[in-house]
């Protein structure tokens, strides 16, 4: 394909990929199906990558992030970005009502909308596009997220219809979606990983990543609730939201009672007291309402304080609180070892459930809530999440009580605790005899998301602990069928089906045995990058910190785990032992056949950015061919692969170090031969 013809289809796919997007994303009504999807945005990918020149910055390929941020720049606002005053209670809102009325001419419309609990962004289009992305920071400056903002699928990088102002900003809220977290959190723990608290920090975390890869992974959401700029379209703030939604944004949707024009105090009440009950049902969380003057030329006669604007006022919906008696305090102990303190609590009401335990994360959290048994404490729920205790009521609290002693040895086997430097958990270190730590591996590795092992679960697991026929997933391999037929409610059948789950699992790739290993912190996606990565697990097994946290997105904590485990003979001889049960522990031979020696031995690092390659695709190669990948570098270093925007003082210090800088072009001809 020549230049134009190319130029011509790129824009073509642009197009069609852009409106897809917002189908998919904003109107949850998709035309075609995510295959079909795929197939066109990998053409658009081949093609900027074959054309360099004409790839857009704000392409649709960019939503899978990449780029890298090392420091977010501080920028002023155009327009300050303002707080809104809270109240927590229906009076305050009808005297606001009253004042709104008095002050200004003719009569007041308002516009009820939902108070997202979330992150704030502005974000500025400049002849329709996507220029910049900055958070509210202290309200007069904020940080330049862009690179992470672009990857949230519900903003757009181009406008779409007609009308929009050559320049103006748009403000809204960017969340994590409540069964997102949820996944998240699912995948943590079993990853072993600590679990986030709750949506809107996740969220907020998130968009400080500086790997926007990372943040385009972690499908935020937005809803827009406000435009600035010298000139909009229209007088009113309804009118220019519902406009925003046709020019591609998310907007909450009238039809779904999100966002109505209200012309009395009655109807504000009717919509707040609607979601007061309604949010429970929401898949975001918001945390209360708020009430806008609806005309721009009634809310510039209003003005503003020095904070907040005096035509808006945000109603805050109290979280729903009980009080309760803690009976006990008792320790679960995950399958890491990990141990977690649960709230025993004299069952009560609250949000619709019967709550019974609550989680306290850890030892510090006790402490510094002071909790004692027998105490009242109060417990509250947000949104779906978990309930969680937060405060005592000591006038409650009983005479003779003592502080609460945390736990010293192991509930479950009687091992005293550790507590790592710098941790907020404690662990049980008797990890080949603690028996909830050897079945929860042995039901780990079972797992869906691991060797999905057809008629084996929990309770069989439980079974053949006691029974004293396996303590650890390799134990599983050697079952027979007599054995199992003496197991309590097996027989032929179910027997046979085992079997025969085991034998499939043989099939299942590289990448979810190593998952199925259950090393702390490698869930699902650290174990497909580690597989990859490294191709065989004999590779893996060697392979230094140093070596592992080159690898993106694998940090110390994680590459001192994995030095860690394969450094534990009871680890290598199970794995060992799965090995010659016929498990799978290399990539798959096609992807083998890329591999080549040619690098063999020869370490790099990699710097600045690339033409045709990902730093990650680059690594990757660098590790299929042999060669090894480190952070910084050192005598030991062979070549820095020298990309566009590297430091000067790298170049500098490769110099003195005599190591070999070399291009992308360079590079690709060594591993081409
Ligand atoms: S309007 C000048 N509308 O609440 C007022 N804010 O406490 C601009 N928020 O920083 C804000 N939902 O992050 C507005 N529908 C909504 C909102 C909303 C959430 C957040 C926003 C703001 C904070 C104010």
């Not at 030329?297 to 309760?324: C, D, H, M, N």
């Not at 730093?615 to 990309?643: H, M, P, W």
Request: proline content about 4%.
């Amino acid at each position: 394909m020549n230049q134009n013809a190319a130029e011509t289809r790129i824009a073509t796919l642009t197009q069609a990929l852009r409106e897809h997007n917002h189908r998919y994303y904003v109107l949850s009504a998709p035309t075609i199906s995510d295959f079909e999807f795929d197939q066109l945005l990998k053409e658009l990918e081949q093609l900027e990558s074959d054309f360099p020149a004409l790839a857009d910055s704000n392409s649709p390929t960019k939503r899978v992030g990449g780029d890298i941020t090392d420091q977010f720049e501080t920028v002023a606002h155009r327009y300050p970005m303002m707080s809104l005053s809270n109240s927590y209670s229906q009076e305050e809102i009808v005297e606001f009502e009253e004042r709104v009325r008095k002050l200004v001419t003719g009569d007041p419309e308002y516009v009820c909308e939902l108070k997202y609990d979330g992150v704030a962004i502005g974000i500025r289009y400049e002849q329709g596009r996507l220029s910049r992305a900055v958070t509210r920071g202290d309200g007069q400056k904020g940080e330049d997220i862009t690179a992470n903002v672009k990857t949230i699928r519900t903003v757009p990088l181009q406008l779409q219809g007609k009308g929009w102002p050559a320049d103006f900003e748009i403000r809204g809220e960017i969340f994590m979606p409540i069964p997102v977290f949820e996944a998240l959190n699912k995948s943590r723990e079993a990853a072993g990983e600590a679990t986030y608290q709750n949506p809107r920090n996740t969220a907020s975390g998130s968009l400080k990543q500086k790997d926007s890869a990372l943040v385009a992974q972690r499908k935020l959401d937005t809803y827009l609730y406000a435009l600035f700029g010298d000139d909009l379209p229209f007088g009113d703030h309804y009118a220019s939201v519902v406009q925003a939604g046709d020019w591609g944004f998310k907007i909450p949707q009238p039809g779904q009672k999100m966002i109505r024009k209200c012309h009395s105090i009655d109807e504000i009440m009717e919509f707040i007291n609607y979601w007061d009950k309604e949010r429970a049902n929401l898949p975001f969380e918001i945390d209360g309402i708020v009430i806008k003057v609806n005309q721009y030329s009634q809310q510039e006669q209003l003005g503003y304080t020095a904070k907040s604007p005096r035509w808006a006022i945000a109603y805050k919906f109290k979280a729903e609180r009980v009080s309760t008696i803690l009976r006990e305090v008792t320790y679960q102990v995950g399958r890491t070892g990990a141990i977690t303190p649960v709230a025993n609590l004299e069952p009560v009401s609250l949000g619709g459930t019967t709550v019974k335990r609550a989680s306290l994360h850890n030892a510090d959290q006790i402490a510094k809530l002071d909790i004692r048994e027998g105490d009242t404490v109060f417990v509250e729920k947000g949104g779906e999440i978990i309930p969680k205790i937060i405060g005592v009521d000591l006038s409650k609290r009983p005479p003779g009580t003592k502080p609460l002693e945390y736990i010293t040895v192991c509930p479950e086997c009687g091992t005293p605790l550790i507590r790592k430097e710098g941790e907020a958990q404690h662990y049980c270190p008797n990890e080949s005899g603690c028996p909830p730590q050897i079945k929860g591996r042995m039901e780990h590795f079972i797992g869906r998301k691991a060797m999905d092992i057809d008629g084996l679960g929990e309770e069989t697991i439980e079974q053949l602990f006691e029974a004293g026929l396996a303590n650890n997933s390799a134990d599983l391999y050697n079952l027979s069928y007599n054995q199992l037929m003496r197991l309590e409610r097996m027989a032929d059948k179910s027997v046979n089906n085992l079997l025969k789950g085991l034998e499939a699992s043989k099939q299942i790739p590289f990448e979810r045995v190593l998952f199925a290993l259950g090393i702390r912190y490698v869930g699902e996606t650290v174990a497909k990058k580690l597989a990859r990565y490294f191709q065989t697990l004999d590779r893996l097994k060697v392979a230094t910190v140093e070596e592992l946290v080159a690898v993106d997105e694998i940090g110390g904590r994680i590459a001192e785990s994995v030095v860690d485990f394969f450094s534990k003979e009871h680890h290598l001889e199970v794995v060992g032992r799965l090995r010659e049960a016929g498990l799978q522990f290399e990539i798959s031979e096609e992807q083998q056949a890329l591999s080549t020696d040619r690098l063999e031995g020869a370490t790099f690092v990699i710097s600045g950015v690339f033409e045709r390659h990902t730093r990650d695709e680059l690594k990757q190669l660098i590790e299929q061919n042999g060669g090894k990948n480190v952070g910084s570098l050192s005598g030991k270093t062979a070549y820095l692969l020298a990309g566009d925007k590297m430091g000067p003082a790298k170049l500098a210090k490769a110099e003195k170090l005599g190591i070999k800088i070399i291009g992308e072009a360079d590079f690709e001809a060594m591993i081409e031969g």
